[in-house]
């Protein structure tokens, strides 16, 4: 499976970018995909994922009501829609697979828990 990001860039706070990240040679049978992000001298830390089959999504508290991550099967893509963005938001933007079942908050957001991460996206936010 190889994971390509897109969609990062520079935006003013209250503004909004949209990412997109494409699975290439992701099997049918796998699972989901999550969004993480790494804020300059910090931990990566979740953002949202969700399931192929579009089950539940999750999110982390930071990004709930401003971020939406939808997934296009046909187009083994995820995307997330990042809207009112904060200079907090600003980080680096990963998205990664999930192969195998994963149920509730806890497996969704735990970073050893998936399987392939792409490349990342720059995310800047100005004030």
């Known amino acids: 499976v190889q994971l390509q990001a897109s969609g990062g860039g520079l935006a003013q706070a209250g503004g909004s970018l949209r990412l997109s990240c494409v699975a290439s040679?992701?099997?049918?049978?796998?699972?989901?995909m999550g969004w993480f992000r790494q804020p300059p001298g910090k931990e990566r830390e979740f953002v949202a994922a969700?399931?192929?089959?579009?089950?539940?999504?999750y999110y982390a508290d930071s990004v709930k009501g401003r971020f939406t991550i939808s997934v296009d099967n046909y187009e083994n893509t995820v995307y997330l829609q990042m809207n009112k963005l904060k200079p907090e938001d600003t980080a680096i933007y990963y998205c990664?697979?999930?192969?195998?079942?994963?149920?509730?908050?806890?497996?969704?957001?735990?970073?050893?828990?998936?399987?392939?991460w792409g490349q990342g996206t720059q995310v800047t936010v100005s004030s």
């Open positions: 040679g992701r099997p049918f049978s796998s699972y989901g």
């Open positions: 990664a697979a999930l192969l195998y079942y994963c149920a509730g908050y806890t497996c969704f957001s735990r970073l050893e828990g998936y399987d392939y």
């Open positions: 969700d399931s192929w089959s579009n089950e539940t999504k």
